[in-house]
């Protein structure tokens, strides 16, 4: 190696240490992380109305105002698989807990697909992986995941369903549904929200929930809080519905 080379890289700086706004968030991430809970919401069957499972949905400490910016602070510390491995453990915990035999829905984050912990025969869901459905959500950039096909079948040979979140949310990308071979499709409640006076909104639910089930899939209506949304919904061919209508999330009795 030359002189000129050797300088050149002993004169490369060093990593900046974090800063005390950085070690700030880390500290009230780290006790958000430990105080984190859960709060269930049922979903229900279209038909009749019957609990056909549950979403489970995170309530982080007050220091954060909600969720997503629990999660953005995640991203920005590089923590986002050890809040992901979090939420399972904890679902997994509660359903375990109460003998829950219906459907149990956990929000995964687009970097939780290249967790090698996701699908691991140790992981806390493992035991009940035919009552897990894994929700990616529409909008996530999961189409810059490499093989993302051969991931969700890696899900789907240790026995979990999936489901696409969100459809609907912005800007729809329907070829999600080859890739991803849903099992289920949660539409938007920008889609469900006063629906029953919206025509556009009914022929668009409508062709979405028939070619679902022309390729095997249940569609779920999310946003639920009136009874004549929920009337038209089933009427358009939704299978199963979620929202205020039918309970707000709690935790798992």
Same mark, same amino acid.
Do not use: W
């Given at each position: 190696?030359?002189? /000129? #080379?050797?300088?050149?890289?002993? *004169?490369?700086?060093?990593?900046?240490?974090?800063?005390? *706004?950085?070690?700030?968030?880390?500290? &009230?991430?780290?006790?958000? !992380?430990?105080?984190? #809970?859960?709060?269930?919401? +049922?979903?229900?069957?279209?038909?009749?109305?019957?609990?056909?499972?549950?979403?489970?949905?995170?309530?982080?400490?007050?220091?954060? %105002?909600?969720?997503?910016? !629990?999660?953005?602070?995640?991203?920005?510390?590089?923590?986002?698989?050890?809040?992901?491995?979090?939420?399972?453990?904890?679902?997994?915990?509660?359903?375990? $807990?109460? $003998?829950?035999?219906?459907? @149990?829905?956990?929000?995964?984050?687009?970097?939780?697909? @290249?967790?090698?912990? !996701?699908?691991?025969?140790?992981?806390?869901?493992?035991?009940?992986?035919?009552?897990?459905?894994?929700?990616? #959500?529409?909008?996530? +950039? #999961?189409?810059?995941?490499?093989?993302?096909?051969? %991931?969700?079948?890696?899900?789907?040979? *240790? =026995?979990? &369903?999936?489901?696409? /979140?969100? !459809?609907?949310?912005?800007?729809?990308?329907?070829?999600?549904? &080859? +890739?991803?071979?849903?099992?289920?499709?949660?539409?938007?409640?920008?889609?469900?929200?006063?629906?029953? =006076?919206?025509?556009?909104?009914?022929?668009?639910?409508?062709?979405?929930?028939?070619?679902? %089930?022309? &390729? =095997?899939?249940?569609?779920?209506?999310?946003?639920?809080?009136?009874?004549?949304?929920?009337?038209?919904?089933?009427?358009?061919?939704?299978?199963?519905?979620? =929202?205020?209508?039918?309970? $707000?999330?709690? +935790?798992?009795?």
């Amino acid at each position: 190696m030359s002189p /000129d #080379t050797s300088d050149s890289l002993l *004169a490369l700086p060093a990593e900046d240490p974090p800063g005390p *706004a950085e070690r700030a968030l880390g500290a &009230r991430y780290d006790h958000a !992380l430990a105080s984190l #809970t859960l709060a269930f919401q +049922p979903i229900v069957r279209a038909s009749d109305h019957q609990v056909i499972g549950v979403e489970a949905l995170c309530r982080p400490h007050p220091s954060f %105002r909600g969720p997503a910016e !629990l999660i953005a602070a995640a991203q920005r510390l590089g923590a986002v698989r050890d809040l992901g491995r979090r939420v399972r453990q904890l679902a997994a915990a509660a359903f375990h $807990r109460t $003998r829950e035999r219906g459907l @149990l829905f956990v929000n995964l984050h687009p970097d939780d697909l @290249l967790d090698p912990a !996701l699908a691991s025969p140790s992981a806390p869901l493992a035991a009940s992986a035919d009552h897990v459905v894994f929700e990616i #959500t529409e909008h996530s +950039p #999961t189409l810059g995941i490499p093989d993302l096909g051969r %991931r969700i079948a890696g899900l789907r040979e *240790a =026995g979990y &369903r999936v489901a696409i /979140d969100d !459809l609907g949310a912005g800007h729809a990308r329907m070829s999600l549904f &080859r +890739p991803l071979s849903a099992d289920f499709i949660k539409l938007d409640m920008s889609l469900s929200r006063g629906i029953d =006076g919206h025509p556009v909104k009914q022929q668009l639910v409508e062709s979405i929930a028939r070619m679902a %089930r022309t &390729r =095997g899939i249940q569609t779920i209506a999310e946003g639920i809080e009136t009874e004549g949304e929920a009337r038209i919904l089933a009427q358009l061919g939704c299978d199963h519905l979620q =929202g205020y209508l039918f309970g $707000r999330p709690a +935790p798992l009795a």
